[in-house]
């Protein structure tokens, strides 16, 4: 956690203010029980209304700017906590951007949005407590202790008797609430699981009649939680009437001894007032302490995991003498490539030596979970390749800037990924500056625009999150215009036409065609007829190459491309 609050240093100053003001409060509460034994015992017990008056507006002013110092400190320790949390999660979002897709698979997406929101929010309300129980506690106990000596040191004795009780007691109550608290974060976690997996697979789980059992596991899930918060608040609530008591049972032998010391003439009236405030204050003190130990075990496990992101290096990092590419526009080379996904024991792709030349479509077929995807999400370095290399441009994606590379390329994922915004904004995702016609014959290219002006607002129109109010073949050739937009020197489509009809499809690749001349066009497909007029057809299976060819060729000369082929066409096609 230490290390976290090293982020603080631009509030130093800040944070001497905070600590001064409070500083001053502490000293003017811990004045005040004085000032006032002073008013009974030299003003009210002697009958000297003057004293009373002069003594009483002491008090008076010294009440007022205990208030005003306290104010000013938790508004000026407010402001540092929020700014902190504001600090702490750009850091963690920027660190995160700079992810490479290992670290997104390490800690998960949930985890990430958790650690962000959730878990810097406890940091932060620590800090805002902490600030002020951390200078006030200290000086109330320590400075309380010695007032209260010095009004009677006979008294104190009743305190060495009160305060050990009392932390025992204290501690006791501790060792059972702080597990009970990690527990609740755990069991808050399983019911934002069961909510998050019931939000996204509504469909899911009403097309399988799912609903009771997930109200149930929901049910259990959130009773869990209640169960916990409710014997973490028994205990809570039980503590506070056991301190009432021990206050108040300090306070009557405070009186009953102090009644007696003032009897014998060894104390007056007023001290023995004084010593009652003293001790409340320490006692409240040292329960301002125990709030700490609480919170700080909770803080203390979100400061772990918020490190956890900050420390994680992302491993794809630019190289500090960046390469620059040649001429050459969109030329792409893989040098026996293989590649293990981190703790994985076999290759998802292994041995993979290929060329593809700009004006030419290389297609990539094969089973589910031959490395099709794996195999493109390699060239523009969303992972590092566990040996051989891949050259764009004939310079290793590793000597490049990612940025260079990323700029060389249009990246059509396997899901389309849709913006919040306007279908014109989605499109010019792919280039900012990119003019309405540019956008339209993006659009048109993508076999887009038919859809598009039959939408109310044409590319006003504003796309729900997510894209839940386009189809998956809308979605699909939205996300493709958007890398048309760019007109880059390689285009990387990951099956980007499995949710389109066949006569879309087929008139996508015709326009397609025309249109990238000049640049490379990598299709991963799982139809054959996508492929089919492809220049050269790469066959993956299991990781490895199956056979390179052109339709024809591989017909001949490969046993898995033909089983692919007579299973999607009939004798008479593939003839
Ligand atoms: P395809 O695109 O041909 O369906 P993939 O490239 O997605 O195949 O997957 C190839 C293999 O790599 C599969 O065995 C899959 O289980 C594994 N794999 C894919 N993504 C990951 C990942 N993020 N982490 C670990 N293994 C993965």
Redesign the pocket.
């Known amino acids: 956690m230490l290390k976290l609050f090293s982020g603080l240093k631009p509030y130093t100053w800040s944070l001497f203010w905070v600590v001064l003001f409070l500083f001053a409060q502490s000293l003017a509460e811990l004045y005040l029980p004085t000032l006032m034994s002073e008013v009974v015992n030299n003003g009210m017990m002697k009958g000297d209304t003057g004293y009373v008056w002069r003594f009483g507006s002491y008090m008076l002013v010294v009440a007022l700017i205990s208030s005003l110092c306290s104010v000013v400190g938790s508004y000026l320790s407010s402001i540092i906590g929020m700014s902190f949390g504001r600090d702490t999660r750009y850091k963690v979002f920027s660190r995160v951007e700079n992810y490479s897709l290992n670290e997104f698979?390490k800690i998960g997406t949930a985890s990430l949005i958790n650690r962000t929101t959730n878990d810097i929010t406890q940091v932060q309300t620590l800090l805002v407590i902490g600030l002020r129980f951390m200078v006030n506690a200290p000086i109330m106990c320590i400075g309380g202790i010695i007032m209260a000596y010095s009004r009677d040191s006979h008294l104190t004795l009743i305190l060495v008797v009160v305060l050990p009780l009392m932390l025992t007691f204290i501690g006791g109550v501790a060792t059972f609430i702080v597990p009970l608290f990690k527990a609740m974060q755990i069991k808050l976690d399983k019911v934002n699981l069961v909510l998050r997996e019931n939000l996204t697979g509504i469909r899911v789980i009403r097309a399988f009649n799912r609903l009771k059992k997930e109200t149930v596991r929901f049910d259990q899930a959130n009773r869990d939680l209640t169960d916990t918060a409710i014997r973490v608040n028994k205990i809570m609530a039980s503590m506070q009437p056991v301190m009432i008591i021990f206050m108040n049972f300090t306070s009557i032998a405070i009186i009953w001894f102090g009644g007696l010391r003032i009897a014998q003439n060894n104390m007056q009236i007023g001290d023995m007032m004084a010593f009652i405030q003293y001790a409340m204050q320490i006692m409240f003190s040292i329960i301002m302490v125990t709030i700490m130990f609480v919170m700080v075990p909770r803080a203390q496990a979100s400061a772990l995991r918020i490190n956890e992101v900050l420390d994680m290096e992302p491993t794809i990092v630019d190289p500090e003498n960046t390469r620059s590419s040649h001429k050459q526009r969109g030329y792409v080379e893989f040098e026996d490539v293989t590649f293990f996904?981190p703790g994985?024991e076999n290759p998802?792709i292994s041995h993979i030596s290929f060329q593809a030349w700009p004006g030419e479509v290389t297609a990539i077929i094969?089973g589910?979970?031959?490395?099709?995807?794996?195999l493109i999400n390699l060239i523009p370095r969303f992972y590092d390749v566990t040996s051989g290399s891949v050259l764009v441009d004939g310079v290793d994606v590793r000597e490049m800037s990612q940025e260079e590379l990323r700029t060389k390329m249009g990246f059509v994922p396997q899901t389309p990924i849709i913006f919040s915004g306007t279908i014109a904004d989605n499109i010019r995702y792919g280039k900012a500056d990119a003019a309405d016609d540019e956008v339209k014959h993006a659009a048109d290219t993508a076999q887009a625009s038919e859809f598009i002006n039959a939408m109310q607002d044409g590319y006003q129109s504003i796309i729900a999150q997510g894209g839940t109010n386009l189809s998956g073949g809308q979605k699909q050739r939205l996300s493709i215009a958007r890398a048309l937009v760019r007109k880059p020197g390689i285009y990387i489509l990951d099956d980007s036409f499995s949710a389109l009809d066949f006569k879309t499809d087929a008139r996508l690749r015709a326009a397609l065609k025309n249109e990238i001349v000049n640049s490379t066009l990598i299709i991963v497909a799982q139809r054959v007829s996508t492929v089919m007029d492809a220049d050269q057809i790469i066959v993956l299976d299991e990781g490895q190459i199956a056979g390179i060819g052109t339709h024809r060729e591989l017909l001949e000369s490969s046993q898995v491309y033909y089983e692919i082929v007579s299973s999607q066409l009939s004798q008479e096609e593939i003839a």
């Open positions: 698979d996904y994985a998802a094969g589910t979970g031959s490395g099709k995807s794996t």
